[in-house]
């Protein structure tokens, strides 16, 4: 298994082709190139560099394959209202787990995932919350993710025209 190591600004590339490479997972087609792009690679360019950010990246690298990455993964931490099982109300979601096709079954998205856990728990998040593809699932579950019993639903805003 590799390590996994915190994402630098020098991953931005790649962070992004990954995400691209976990999308055509999910949609069976690659995403059309877009507006989606600059604005993760702005995020990402702003946010990595700043220890005390709320964002954080965990890769690991493509071995024998300089500046490529095998996996990575990224998560946030958020500001909600306290409650009883949390009273901080600060609690992490994870997102772009992804391992590239060529690496696949070695470890990577695990060791990926289990430095963002840690580094959550370092923060005092104590709820971390994933969406789960079938072929993630068993993973996040040895990793100690439960289903929720609740229902998962978005809100789009309506269209302006002109955005």
């Given at each position: 298994?590799?390590?996994?190591r915190?994402?630098?600004?020098?991953?931005v590339s790649?962070?992004l082709r990954?995400?691209?490479?976990?999308?055509?997972?999910?949609?069976?087609v690659?995403?059309?190139p877009?507006?989606?792009q600059?604005?993760m690679?702005?995020?990402?360019?702003?946010?990595?560099?700043?220890?005390?950010?709320?964002?954080?990246?965990?890769?690991v690298?493509?071995?024998?394959?300089?500046?490529?990455?095998a996996?990575?993964?990224?998560?946030?931490?958020?500001?909600?209202?306290?409650?009883?099982?949390?009273?901080?109300?600060?609690?992490?979601?994870?997102?772009?787990?992804v391992t590239?096709?060529?690496y696949?079954?070695?470890?990577?998205?695990?060791?990926?995932?289990?430095?963002?856990?840690?580094?959550f728990?370092?923060?005092?998040?104590?709820?971390?919350?994933l969406?789960?593809?079938?072929?993630?699932?068993?993973?996040?579950?040895?990793?100690?993710?439960?289903p929720?019993?609740?229902?998962?639903?978005?809100?789009?805003?309506?269209?302006?025209?002109?955005?």
């Amino acid at each position: 298994m590799g390590d996994a190591r915190r994402a630098t600004v020098d991953d931005v590339s790649e962070l992004l082709r990954l995400r691209a490479v976990m999308f055509a997972a999910l949609d069976g087609v690659p995403p059309a190139p877009g507006a989606w792009q600059h604005t993760m690679l702005r995020t990402l360019r702003n946010l990595l560099p700043d220890p005390e950010a709320e964002l954080a990246a965990y890769v690991v690298d493509a071995p024998g394959r300089p500046g490529t990455l095998a996996a990575c993964v990224v998560g946030v931490i958020d500001l909600r209202l306290g409650g009883p099982a949390d009273p901080t109300g600060r609690s992490g979601y994870v997102f772009n787990v992804v391992t590239d096709a060529a690496y696949r079954r070695r470890g990577y998205s695990r060791a990926c995932l289990t430095a963002l856990l840690d580094w959550f728990a370092a923060r005092g998040v104590r709820t971390v919350d994933l969406k789960a593809s079938g072929d993630g699932a068993a993973l996040y579950q040895e990793l100690g993710f439960r289903p929720t019993s609740t229902v998962a639903m978005r809100w789009i805003a309506p269209s302006t025209g002109g955005n």
